[in-house]
């Protein structure tokens, strides 16, 4: 197999930059190993996107929420499956919420118009309306049915494909892209023997700024400096990189390893779209953790990000509660989102406005992966349009301030934990104090 090796990195056009070599051929692009048959990700904002953890959506509980503006909501059906459906209900167009869902039957609460999965049909990837007053229901309800996404529960997440077009039999969605790119274990981790800590927080600002975030090493040394318990991550050291990156289809990945000693490495960063991150240190067989971060466009300038990190070490569960090691992580967590929170508003509000131009933006070396990202990112956006319903509801606010009930913002995240650790501390430690005393 031939292999070539050349210097580029100005230029945005990597098609023309491998045009000249054969098929087959290995292109070095400085650090970035592109095969030129899988020369770049595969284009596009639609498919699989992690929408809570497992534990959140609950028996007999609506859980509303919404992807790219679109109004949608999750339940298990009576088969404990689970539904992403739009929040519309095909009888009079009126919204789910104020309705009520039991042993998986969904009742809107407009005009009692009941849908379950098995309807006269049966089949069980239809969700058909049942019940209504009116003398000829039987006939309407039998080609009445809900739209919906396919979804599905794996790794302890609610995982949702959505796409251009929902359906009211997911039979007629046959090309689903299959979510095994996302598991962990098909990324190399075993996560059974790990233990987890995590949270989930809502930005209001735009979610491809939060990835491009998460895609930078180098701000960690100034932003999170103080917060990041690591000796060696703190703005007073300055540490320069060798970067390797991996590009394919289905993932493009970063090694940095440290310019003063190149055999050591100092983290990886995978980015698998259209919205997860993996971060870890050394080969995924034996790495001592990997966080997860997914992150959900819920609409224009409101994004979602889950964090989840899985570890091999302080796995005792008594020990983690004397420690009060999850509230601690948890601590951790928000304090770095909030460091990041000024930083991705303000830079959404010169995205907004068209005030960061390529022209106007100067990308360092070390910035190939972000390079790389908004060049897929641009071409993903203009293939599928996932924004089209921007315009039409701009001004409405309703499904903000009424219906989603988006979690509150990270300080107030940050004080409701902060009460936690302390109610806990007492209890576990200062009323026993108390009450020995009092004995005495």
């Not at 051929?25 to 996107?49: A, F, M, P, Q, S």
């Not at 975030?213 to 990189?241: A, C, E, M, Q, R």
């Not at 919205?275 to 995924?284: H, N, V």
């Not at 349009?385 to 409405?396: G, M, R, S, T, V």
């Amino acid at each position: 197999m031939e292999n070539k090796q050349i210097n580029f990195f100005k230029s945005k056009d990597f098609n023309a930059v491998l045009k000249p070599f054969k098929k087959g051929t290995v292109v070095k692009i400085d650090n970035i190993e592109v095969r030129e048959k899988e020369k770049h990700l595969n284009i596009g904002l639609y498919g699989w996107y992690a929408i809570c953890p497992s534990k959140d959506l609950k028996k007999n509980k609506l859980y509303f929420f919404s992807l790219f503006d679109e109004p949608l909501l999750l339940f298990r059906d009576e088969n404990n499956n689970i539904r992403c459906i739009k929040n519309i209900c095909p009888h009079r167009g009126a919204s789910f919420f104020g309705g009520s869902i039991s042993n998986g039957e969904l009742t809107c609460p407009y005009h009692g118009a009941k849908f379950s999965s098995e309807g006269t049909c049966q089949n069980i990837d239809r969700i058909t309306c049942s019940h209504i007053v009116d003398n000829n229901y039987n006939n309407y309800a039998k080609r009445i049915h809900l739209s919906q996404y396919k979804a599905l529960e794996k790794d302890e997440y609610i995982f949702v494909y959505f796409s251009d077009k929902s359906e009211t039999d997911l039979k007629n969605i046959n090309d689903v892209l299959p979510i095994k790119n996302y598991e962990l274990i098909d990324n190399g981790f075993s996560v059974k023997d790990c233990v987890s800590e995590e949270v989930l927080v809502d930005f209001k600002c735009d979610w491809s700024r939060i990835i491009e975030n998460h895609l930078d090493i180098l701000h960690i040394f100034w932003v999170h400096g103080d917060t990041i318990p690591d000796k060696d991550v703190n703005k007073n050291v300055l540490v320069s990189f060798n970067q390797k990156i991996k590009i394919n289809p289905t993932y493009i990945e970063s090694i940095y390893f440290y310019k003063s000693n190149p055999t050591k490495e100092f983290i990886r960063i995978k980015y698998i779209p259209p919205g997860r991150i993996l971060i870890y240190k050394g080969e995924p067989s034996v790495s001592r953790y990997v966080q997860v971060l997914d992150h959900i466009p819920l609409g224009d300038n409101k994004a979602r990000v889950i964090v989840r990190h899985y570890r091999k070490f302080l796995k005792n569960k008594l020990l983690n509660n004397l420690i009060l090691f999850k509230e601690i992580q948890k601590k951790i967590f928000y304090k770095i989102f909030d460091e990041d929170y000024m930083i991705l508003k303000t830079q959404t509000y010169n995205h907004k406005l068209g005030l960061i131009k390529n022209d106007e933006i100067k990308l360092l070396g070390e910035d190939r992966i972000i390079n790389y990202f908004w060049n897929w990112y641009k071409k993903s956006e203009e293939k599928d349009n996932p924004w089209k319903f921007i315009n039409k509801n701009k001004e409405l606010d309703v499904y903000n301030e009424i219906i989603f009930k988006y979690p509150p913002e990270i300080k107030k995240l940050e004080i409701i934990n902060n009460i936690n650790i302390i109610r806990k501390t007492f209890i576990r430690y200062l009323a026993p104090l108390i009450f020995l005393l009092l004995i005495i």
